[in-house]
């Protein structure tokens, strides 16, 4: 006996997920394109470093911190090289 009902409410519930993720970027897309960097730049660094607490009181390995800590630094590079073009 399968319990099709059950994936396809785990379907809908990932499909409604990613809407939000989606819709969320978009905001987020428009409020830096709205406001200076100085405004947003400090507020993206103090997510990046929540994010990093919490994988450090999650327990993780090693090798996945320093995976989020090479995603961040590569995410500040890119910011960095972007305002020295504007």
Same mark, same amino acid.
């Given at each position: 006996?399968? &319990?099709?009902?059950?994936?396809?409410? $785990? !379907?809908?519930?990932?499909?409604?997920?990613?809407?939000?993720?989606?819709?969320?970027?978009?905001?987020?897309?428009?409020?830096?394109?709205?406001?200076?960097?100085?405004?947003?730049?400090?507020?993206?660094? #103090?997510?990046?470093? &929540?994010? $990093? !607490?919490? #994988?450090?009181?999650?327990?993780?390995?090693?090798?996945?911190?320093?995976?989020?800590? !090479?995603?961040?630094? #590569?995410?500040?590079? !890119?910011?960095?090289?972007? &305002?020295?073009?504007?």
């Amino acid at each position: 006996m399968t &319990d099709s009902s059950v994936r396809d409410r $785990l !379907d809908a519930k990932h499909e409604g997920d990613q809407e939000r993720r989606i819709a969320a970027i978009k905001r987020w897309v428009a409020y830096i394109e709205s406001e200076p960097a100085e405004i947003w730049g400090p507020q993206q660094n #103090a997510i990046v470093d &929540d994010q $990093l !607490d919490a #994988a450090q009181d999650a327990s993780t390995s090693a090798a996945h911190q320093q995976r989020v800590r !090479d995603v961040a630094a #590569a995410i500040i590079e !890119d910011r960095d090289s972007n &305002d020295r073009q504007e």
